[in-house]
């Protein structure tokens, strides 16, 4: 009987509602609604918002600061399934999906379409478009040797081509055998530069692609504000993810007392000249001392609860001395995640990378 009164009581509410419902709309079009969260305004449309150049960028929320990026793969010895194409073309998705750089500044150059005239042109297309208030990004994963990359490409031609770019930046990052021989080359333009010689995955990683990398290069290597700069990056670079030059010696003579087959190896390990060219240590050059002003992306992958706790324990950590690296703190980013109630996927990626 209860049931029944409580059913009926439901329909008659339900009907009144409708009914009201319809004659309030047609009475009334203009009901007061719940206040929808103030959209970030992005007056000069170049992807950041108004709030995020003002007070973390620090660009000219009235001047557009385009970005645009070059992808070059070219280890045509690898098939498709080993090789980082798919890296790179999962990074040019994240920089339009996350970073908001519409998909027209981004030319992804591939295997046997990474050559020197393709580069050439996608340098010369950008160079026709951009102004010194912009952002050009190149990166680059292909062979190598002392002055040059697979595909034909010279270091020498290279800082030609990117001497046509206006940029406020460009950024130029070669993941290749002998990578760092590059530096000398191309570390002055221009316009400045910031040059640096491997780990170029770990760009894209820093902004926001990987969640082990994000917090830990905001937080234990820069002011924890939410967003990720290159100087940030460059600290975490150069703490972490550079060979030290004791592990480049131990490799030297790793090699120098190799005995297995010496046909495969970029270099000959009884030559030592030859081997302290490909030893040579990574770095990243920055003569401009640009670093600090440059933020590619405006993105943060965490929500704000999420990033709050994930702060507070990493500066807990980095407090008592007990921060050891971006991978030792995997789990403890991925234990926050399943506590905050994240998804599978993400707890998964926040302790395997993306
Ligand atoms: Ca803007
Ligand atoms: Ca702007």
């Known amino acids: 009987m209860r049931k029944k009164v409580i059913q009926i009581f439901l329909i008659v509410c339900l009907v009144l509602t409708l009914v009201l419902g319809g004659c309030t709309r047609s009475e009334t079009p203009n009901l007061p609604e719940e206040p929808a969260p103030k959209p970030l305004l992005d007056f000069d449309e170049d992807g950041l918002s108004d709030w995020f150049e003002e007070n973390i960028a620090g660009y000219n929320p009235n001047v557009p600061n385009n970005r645009y990026i070059i992808f070059y793969y070219q280890v045509l010895d690898l098939p498709y399934e080993?090789?980082?194409?798919?890296?790179?073309?999962?990074?040019?998705?994240?920089?339009?999906?996350?970073?908001?750089?519409?998909?027209?500044?981004?030319?992804?150059?591939?295997?046997?379409?990474?050559?020197?005239?393709?580069?050439?042109?996608?340098?010369?297309?950008?160079?026709?478009?951009?102004?010194?208030?912009?952002?050009?990004?190149?990166?680059?994963?292909?062979?190598?040797?002392?002055?040059?990359?697979?595909?034909?490409?010279?270091?020498?031609?290279?800082?030609e081509w990117l001497n046509q770019i206006k940029a406020k930046v460009i950024l130029v990052t070669i993941e290749s055998c002998y990578g760092q021989c590059a530096l000398p080359i191309l570390e002055n333009g221009d316009?400045?530069?910031?040059?640096?010689?491997?780990?170029?995955?770990?760009?894209?990683?820093?902004?926001?692609?990987?969640?082990?990398?994000?917090?830990?290069?905001?937080?234990?290597?820069?002011?924890?504000?939410?967003?990720?700069?290159?100087?940030?990056?460059?600290?975490?670079?150069?703490?972490?993810?550079?060979?030290?030059?004791?592990?480049l010696e131990g490799l030297k003579e790793y090699f120098r007392n190799w005995e297995g087959d010496r046909t495969g190896l970029p270099f000959n390990p009884d030559n030592p000249e030859q081997l302290d060219l490909y030893y040579l240590p990574s770095e990243v050059k920055d003569l401009s001392n640009i670093a600090p002003e440059i933020y590619l992306v405006e993105y943060n992958p965490f929500t704000q609860k999420e990033y709050s706790e994930i702060k507070k324990s990493l500066l807990e950590l980095r407090e008592k001395g007990l921060y050891q690296s971006v991978f030792e703190t995997a789990s403890l980013i991925s234990e926050i995640l399943e506590k905050e109630g994240a998804s599978e996927e993400r707890i998964w990626q926040a302790k395997t990378g993306p």
Do not use: W
């Open 191 to 247: 316009y400045p530069r910031i040059i640096c010689a491997t780990v170029g995955s770990d760009i894209a990683g820093s902004i926001g692609r990987d969640l082990r990398f994000f917090p830990v290069v905001d937080v234990i290597y820069g002011d924890g504000n939410g967003y990720v700069s290159l100087e940030e990056i460059k600290g975490f670079f150069e703490e972490e993810r550079f060979l030290t030059r004791e592990e």
């Open 82 to 159: 080993t090789s980082h194409q798919s890296v790179m073309e999962r990074e040019a998705q994240f920089f339009s999906e996350k970073g908001g750089v519409p998909p027209a500044n981004i030319i992804e150059l591939y295997q046997e379409n990474a050559t020197a005239s393709t580069l050439k042109n996608a340098i010369d297309e950008v160079a026709k478009k951009s102004t010194e208030n912009d952002i050009v990004f190149l990166r680059i994963e292909a062979h190598g040797g002392p002055s040059g990359i697979s595909g034909g490409v010279s270091y020498k031609e290279l800082d």
